[in-house]
């Protein structure tokens, strides 16, 4: 069952948060966010929410196009660490979805894409690990 958490609703305030993840490469134009590793080349999103409660923002990014295989997305998940760095959690192909289960305060995440198993990853303090494989 996904989560539904609500979005910031000032998106030059997410647009500067999405620059501070991403190290400048997001950047939001005209109502729209291009990944300069991508420029004109794939369509991408940016989602700003906060997953754990504490106040403080993370990052989904998500960037579609025909170079990211089968599921034609490729997906990311940024957190800012105790020591104020931004770190990936993801980088690759799948759509993402957040479930209703815990772990440390952080939900587990369902990573989607093409075929009939999604792979699960949890929370393990310091980051998301893969929690619920899938046999190849």
């Not at 990052?59 to 196009?65: D, E, L, M, Q």
Request: charged letters at 25%; hydrophobic letters at 35%; proline letters at 5%.
């Amino acid at each position: 069952v996904p989560l539904l958490c609500a979005a910031q609703s000032n998106p030059a305030a997410d647009a500067k948060v999405v620059a501070e993840a991403t190290q400048g490469r997001f950047e939001y134009r005209n109502g729209s966010y291009f990944d300069k590793d991508y420029e004109g080349l794939a369509e991408c999103a940016a989602e700003v929410i906060d997953l754990n409660g504490d106040g403080q923002p993370e990052v989904f990014t998500k960037c579609y196009g025909s170079m990211f295989g089968m599921a034609g997305v490729k997906m990311d998940l940024i957190i800012k660490g105790t020591n104020g760095k931004w770190v990936s959690q993801f980088g690759f192909p799948g759509e993402y979805r957040i479930l209703e289960v815990k772990s440390r305060g952080y939900p587990d995440i369902e990573s989607l894409g093409p075929g009939t198993c999604f792979p699960v990853w949890r929370w393990n303090g310091s980051a998301y690990a893969i929690h619920k494989s899938c046999d190849r």
